[in-house]
């Protein structure tokens, strides 16, 4: 694999003071730059994942330009957001903190930069939820089959939102509160970790901070402040508790996966994976689906 650095100065046409790794997450490898004064943010990923890098990166781009604080990718010297051949993206530095959603204040930031998102994404009732996630939730994924509740808890939760037709607009489909970086010198809250981005059904998105925050008796402000400034009326927030179980399934299919494949990225060993499993098992179970 050729160096970072070496790409860096090949197609962004930098000679970076610095490079060191940032840590990965669950779908990729970072490096910290810095060159001339600035800061920025080396991207790799699995060649699997070159198209959500890709995808990610336009819908990033895109609402920079609106004004929101996204990690916007910097183009090649050709142009380009993503070195397709090394899966390799540049992207702005954001300064600030990650945010944990543990107080209040916190949560309302959460709740009102996803709104911003939300509304900036042309939502407006979209296709039928059977379309979203097809690659990301079947019972024939690899991993499943290793454990028998599961095939049956992805059918029960297809079946229960496969038929809702509901708001769609630009999803992060990722928003955990870390992905939330507070500038607390001017006040404003961007988002980052745009790899996966799409346009899907709003109510996942909201299902997925959710469940990060630990479920609803823990997100009261982020729910209060959401309802208030995103586009979704009451009777579709009422359905909350289906795309809560139709996010456990997809945490439970994706850590079934990496066991599977024994994937390793952003985990010291199997032992992580089996407790993102387990966690979305009893996630499921607790919102009443049998994961006997």
Same mark, same amino acid.
């Given at each position: 694999?050729?160096?970072?650095?070496?790409?860096?100065?090949?197609?962004?046409?930098?000679?970076?003071?610095? @490079?060191?790794?940032?840590?990965?997450?669950?779908?990729?490898? *970072? #490096?910290?730059?810095?060159?001339?004064?600035?800061?920025?943010?080396?991207?790799?990923?699995?060649? *699997?994942?070159?198209?959500?890098?890709?995808?990610?990166?336009?819908?990033?781009?895109?609402?920079?330009?609106?004004?929101?604080?996204?990690? /916007?990718?910097?183009?090649?010297?050709? +142009? /380009?957001?993503? &070195?397709?051949? =090394?899966?390799?993206?540049?992207?702005?530095?954001?300064?600030?903190? $990650?945010?944990? +959603? $543990?107080?209040? $204040? $916190?949560?309302? #930031?959460?709740?009102?930069?996803?709104? +911003?998102? =939300?509304?900036?994404?042309?939502?407006?009732?979209?296709?039928?939820?059977?379309?979203?996630?097809?690659?990301?939730?079947?019972?024939?994924?690899? !991993? &499943?089959?290793?454990?028998? #509740?599961?095939?049956?808890?992805?059918?029960? &939760?297809?079946?229960?939102?496969?038929?809702?037709?509901?708001?769609?607009? @630009?999803?992060? *489909?990722?928003?955990?509160?870390?992905?939330?970086? =507070?500038?607390?010198?001017?006040?404003?809250? !961007?988002?980052?970790? #745009?790899?996966?981005?799409?346009? !899907?059904?709003?109510? %996942?998105?909201?299902?997925?901070?959710?469940?990060?925050? +630990?479920?609803?008796?823990?997100?009261?402000?982020?729910?209060? *402040? %959401?309802?208030?400034?995103?586009?979704?009326?009451?009777?579709?927030?009422?359905?909350?508790?289906?795309? /809560?179980?139709?996010?456990?399934?997809?945490?439970?299919? %994706?850590?079934?996966?990496?066991?599977? @494949?024994?994937?390793?990225?952003? &985990?010291?060993?199997?032992?992580?994976?089996?407790?993102?499993?387990?966690?979305? /098992?009893?996630?499921?179970?607790?919102?009443?689906?049998?994961?006997?």
């Amino acid at each position: 694999m050729t160096d970072t650095p070496d790409l860096l100065r090949r197609f962004w046409g930098i000679r970076p003071a610095d @490079v060191k790794p940032l840590g990965g997450g669950m779908n990729s490898e *970072t #490096w910290v730059v810095e060159h001339q004064g600035s800061t920025y943010v080396a991207k790799r990923v699995p060649a *699997t994942e070159i198209d959500g890098l890709l995808a990610g990166c336009e819908v990033a781009s895109v609402l920079a330009d609106a004004g929101f604080v996204t990690g /916007r990718p910097v183009p090649t010297t050709d +142009g /380009r957001l993503v &070195v397709i051949e =090394h899966a390799l993206a540049l992207l702005e530095h954001v300064r600030g903190r $990650e945010l944990e +959603g $543990e107080t209040d $204040e $916190e949560q309302r #930031w959460i709740a009102s930069t996803l709104a +911003g998102v =939300h509304a900036a994404g042309s939502p407006a009732i979209g296709l039928s939820t059977a379309t979203f996630a097809v690659d990301w939730l079947s019972p024939q994924l690899t !991993g &499943v089959e290793a454990h028998p #509740w599961l095939a049956p808890a992805i059918e029960a &939760v297809r079946a229960e939102t496969d038929p809702l037709t509901v708001t769609w607009s @630009v999803l992060h *489909t990722d928003p955990s509160p870390e992905a939330f970086i =507070h500038n607390d010198s001017n006040g404003v809250t !961007g988002l980052i970790d #745009w790899a996966g981005a799409k346009r !899907g059904p709003v109510l %996942y998105d909201v299902a997925s901070a959710v469940m990060y925050l +630990g479920g609803p008796d823990r997100a009261t402000a982020f729910l209060t *402040t %959401y309802r208030t400034h995103g586009p979704l009326g009451t009777d579709e927030m009422q359905l909350l508790d289906a795309f /809560r179980r139709f996010r456990w399934v997809v945490q439970a299919a %994706y850590f079934a996966w990496r066991l599977a @494949v024994r994937d390793l990225t952003g &985990v010291a060993d199997q032992a992580d994976n089996e407790k993102g499993l387990n966690d979305a /098992r009893r996630g499921l179970a607790g919102l009443g689906l049998d994961t006997a």
